[in-house]
């Protein structure tokens, strides 16, 4: 009977594959294809560009992939201590743009005339690339790493500012109207009625912060040279031409890129209700 | 007792980008007594849910004020709870929690256990005990609103106030839900105002409807008191004889604000063309026997063949349409009972007089007065056995007649004064829409009618009544329909009226000749015309003048003769001594420039002449005789003749003053 089911039933993984294959099987085949393109257009000597393999032919490339945990002290860190460096950055300017940009976006959302006198300027400066920052933020703040951090904050704090007003702007004149027949208290109704009918806008603004968050990062820290981080490993790999760890750092960058928006997304299904 | 509501003088303005102003409210005036249940119905944007948000504070009147429990109305206040049309959940909250949320807020005054048990009563009270911890998501519409209602019962309002609630729910469950809703606000003796544009809901659930005229600047058009009794089950009161005339009432009103607000929209530019300075006319009728010339020359080709290209026959179910329509001016001519250009010339049609003229007398004869099958059976056949049979009742008896100035009403009070009947206080008489009649009959809630053909000959056939008086037992050769336009559109379409009269004349003609009248049965059967069975419809047999109390009984129609169709100065003469006889209009002091202003004969003459039928010009000299055996003639002093009535109102003479004849501009 066991050895009939079995045979019946097909191994977990043909079972796996059965479902998950249709999935998984054309982003395989297209970064295959994508590899091999590169790979290509590399061996043809078309650019100075080095192919793919070089992550595996190149030996400092292949220490630094294969062993991300050493620390020699300095600047001198493998890649994890390094993305772990920038992550930490990131998390404090993310933070601060968080509780700042989503109290500031509802204060703006609730008071049309503050939104008037504020908006203008909010427009300004988020118009500002991330890069700009950086002179005038090394010659305001004291020391580099508060600079770094800064930078992150002003260019994750505009999504998450702008989506909360929407967000609190758009709440439903029905709920409102509830709120106002039953003459509801303001802190009540702050967290009963605001802030879950905002929530989903809110979270929109912070996955978009985070991603720019990650992107300002590496463009901080190639411009500020001196600190740990995945941003200065690349402008220092670059400075000594070794181009297959640029290659590397990139894969790495996009990799925690796309952690990250997961990271937000999961927090935001456990939080917002679906409705 | 004063009233939980007042609203008073109120107007809504709202301004519009621009520096423009929209007057969405204008005038309202409206008392709410405690445990009543009001509705508002009018069209889409006339303003309902605007007062309804001003009754609950929502919105502020530009002007006037509104008042509930005696203060005045600043802001919104869970006294005053909606239920909004889309329900207002917060979709975070379960179905408890949406309910708690308002309980904690107005009630929080209550120790903890009392809140929850009132929760939990209403939850109970709307059925749904098992759906307690459910989120809006996962419930249907109509389990949604129940949560609504049972939020809003739940704090206890004053007033409910209901904007469309169950407009956005399927048939089914509506029906249920108003079921419910009722029962609850009857057990609870709930205040209730509620914006629908539903009108068996309206008439369903409420005490009185409020029925709103079209924006901008809407206005309170009318209130109709719901007279079916409490507790109510809709099969009962499907059954209750004011169900449909309230229903037709306020169908009646929706279709009026909708056409004036299509009248409104595209502004009728004349066509001329063939030497007519209006070519393109709307034709009020009502779908009686006697219309048979309108749908004769539409569909012979008759008014195409005198230039008349673009004519509309435009039905109505009752003469009140056809009044509304001259009067409105959407319809360029009409149809119109025989009485009716004098009643609207003498200011009947609220007390303004509008002078309308009359060119042709179309139909003669076709009308009779139809009494149950009740009254037969016991014998009673004639005028006087009424009179008798009503000496010894004690509940008063109702007649129904189509409309004050038709000739039904005046022949049937003639009838029953000449009998010794005061119409006014021996009976009642009704008005009612032709065809809604026989079904009145049926139900019983009349006991008898005077209204034009097909639907004496209807009641007979289908042996719910007789036909005590026809026109032989009435006046024989009475003019009953004639063709109406407002004055002011003759003078300024003379050519075109000319036009109409001899393309009506031809079809009259026609209509008389024995040979069409197989044919003319039968179109008027058709559904744009009567929409009946041809069974019912007659064209008359002059020859058969007696009434033999034996059914069927058949309608004598005169569409065409020598003096027939020539409109007679003495017949609208009499028609405005009985007018004043009864009250409705005052007896003009200048009785003669009214009727030289009511009958064109010269129209009438020209049209005549250039059909070649001359016959038809020549006046009849003879008097009016009416059954009785009394005669009325052209030289006779009316003010006596009507001194000499017995039975009659007070009523008085007066100048009927009317503006100098012009041409609508």
Redesign the interface.
Request: hydrophobic fraction near 35%; charge should be neutral; charged fraction near 20%.
């Given at each position: 009977m066991v050895a009939q089911s079995q045979r019946l039933s097909p191994p977990p993984f043909q079972r796996w594959w059965q479902t998950y294959g249709p999935q998984v099987l054309p982003p395989l085949i297209g970064i295959a294809a994508f590899l091999a393109l590169w790979q290509g257009v590399s061996s043809s000597g078309l650019t100075r560009l080095p192919a793919p393999s070089t992550l595996f032919t190149d030996e400092d490339t292949r220490t630094l992939l294969l062993n991300p945990f050493f620390d020699k002290g300095g600047l001198d860190k493998g890649l994890f201590w390094q993305t772990l460096a920038s992550l930490t950055r990131v998390a404090k300017g993310y933070l601060a743009a968080a509780v700042v940009g989503i109290s500031l976006g509802i204060l703006v959302g609730v008071n049309r005339i503050i939104n008037r006198a504020l908006d203008p300027i909010f427009q300004f400066l988020r118009m500002i690339a991330p890069l700009a920052w950086v002179p005038i933020t090394l010659i305001a703040l004291p020391n580099v790493q508060m600079a770094a951090t800064f930078v992150i904050f002003i260019t994750s704090v505009w999504p998450i500012l702008i989506n909360t007003t929407v967000g609190v702007q758009q709440i439903?004149q029905?709920?409102k109207?509830?709120a106002?027949?039953?003459?509801?208290?303001p802190r009540?109704y702050f967290f009963?009625?605001l802030l879950?009918a905002a929530l989903p806008y809110i979270f929109t603004g912070l996955r978009i912060a985070i991603g720019l968050a990650w992107l300002a990062i590496i463009a901080a820290e190639i411009v500020m040279s001196g600190v740990v981080g995945i941003g200065f490993f690349i402008w220092d790999a670059y400075q000594q031409n070794y181009v297959s760890e640029v290659i590397l750092a990139v894969i790495y960058i996009g990799a925690v890129g796309l952690i990250l928006d997961r990271l937000v997304a999961w927090v935001q299904r456990l939080i917002v209700?679906?409705? | 007792m004063t009233a939980l509501v007042t609203v008073d003088q109120v107007a809504k303005q709202f301004p519009l980008a621009g520096g423009n102003s929209y007057l969405a409210l204008q005038g309202i005036n409206l008392e709410v007594q405690r445990g009543e249940f009001i509705s508002f119905i009018g069209h889409s944007g006339c303003g309902k849910s605007t007062l309804l948000n001003m009754i609950a504070g929502l919105d502020q009147p530009t002007q006037g004020q509104v008042w509930v429990g005696g203060r005045l109305v600043k802001q919104p206040g869970p006294d005053r709870m909606v239920v909004f049309q889309n329900y207002s959940l917060l979709p975070w909250l379960t179905v408890w929690e949406n309910i708690a949320l308002a309980v904690e807020e107005v009630l929080g005054h209550l120790p903890p256990v009392e809140q929850r048990q009132i929760i939990q009563h209403h939850i109970n009270l709307v059925g749904l005990t098992a759906a307690k911890d459910k989120l809006p998501a996962h419930l249907s519409g109509g389990m949604r609103q129940r949560v609504a209602i049972a939020r809003a019962l739940a704090i206890r309002p004053e007033v409910l106030l209901l904007d469309e609630p169950f407009g956005a729910l399927d048939a089914l469950t509506r029906g249920n839900l108003q079921e419910q809703l009722m029962r609850i606000c009857e057990e609870h003796q709930v205040t209730t105002v509620m914006v629908t544009h539903d009108v068996d809901e309206a008439v369903f659930l409420s005490d009185r409807i409020v029925m709103l005229t079209n924006g901008p600047g809407s206005q309170i058009g009318n209130i109709l008191t719901v007279d079916i009794p409490r507790p109510r089950r809709r099969m009962e009161v499907v059954k209750h004889p004011s169900y449909y005339s309230l229903r037709s009432e306020i169908i009646y009103f929706l279709n009026q604000q909708k056409r004036i607000k299509k009248m409104r929209a595209r502004s009728v530019t004349a066509v001329a063309r063939h030497g007519l300075e209006k070519v393109n006319l709307e034709l009020g009728f009502v779908p009686l026997t006697a219309c048979a010339p309108l749908a004769v020359a539409q569909e012979k080709g008759l008014f195409a063949k005198h230039g008349l290209d673009e004519v509309h026959l435009v039905r109505e179910s009752s003469w009140r349409g056809i009044v509304d329509g001259l009067v409105g001016g959407y319809l360029d001519a009409a149809q119109t009972p025989a009485g009716l250009p004098v009643w609207l010339t003498l200011g009947g049609h609220q007390d303004k007089p509008l002078p309308i003229v009359s060119s042709l007398t179309m139909t003669r004869n076709g009308n009779g007065i139809t009494l149950a099958k009740k009254f037969y059976q016991q014998g009673i056949h004639t005028a006087s056995q009424l009179r008798n049979y009503l000496q010894e009742q004690t509940e008063p008896h109702i007649l129904g007649m189509v409309h004050p100035a038709s000739m039904h009403n005046l022949l049937l009070r003639y009838w029953l004064a000449a009998a010794g009947i005061d119409p006014d206080r021996d009976v009642r008489l009704k008005t009612i829409p032709p065809a809604q009649m026989v079904a009145d009959l049926k139900a019983g809630t009349i006991d008898g009618y005077c209204v034009g053909e097909p639907w004496n000959v209807r009641a007979a056939l289908e042996g719910l009544g007789f036909t005590v008086a026809t026109d032989q037992e009435l006046w024989l050769d009475h003019p009953a329909k004639v063709l109406g336009v407002r004055e002011d559109w003759g003078m300024r379409y003379p050519n075109t009226h000319i036009a109409l009269v001899k393309a009506l004349l031809e079809a009259c003609h026609y209509c008389d000749q024995p040979q069409h009248r197989e044919e003319i049965r039968h179109l008027l059967a058709r559904p744009e015309y009567l929409g009946m069975d041809v069974r019912y419809i007659y064209l008359g047999e002059p020859g058969k003048l007696t009434c033999e109390l034996n059914q069927p009984e058949y309608a004598h129609h005169r569409f065409y003769g020598e003096g027939l169709n020539r409109p007679s100065r003495t017949e609208h003469l009499w028609i405005m001594t009985q007018l004043a006889r009864w009250g409705h209009v005052p007896f003009p002091r200048n009785w003669l420039e009214i009727l030289e202003r009511v009958c064109k004969v010269n129209v009438f003459t020209i049209a005549a002449r250039e059909l070649g039928l001359l016959g038809t010009t020549q006046t009849s000299r003879s008097p009016i005789r009416l059954f009785d055996g009394s005669e009325f003639t052209s030289n006779q002093d009316p003010i006596d003749y009507l001194n000499h009535l017995a039975i009659k109102r007070d009523f008085s003479v007066a100048e009927i003053v009317l503006d100098r004849p012009q041409a609508a501009g």
């Open positions: 439903p029905d709920y109207n509830v106002l027949v039953l003459q509801i208290s009540k009963k009625i879950p209700p679906e409705q | -």
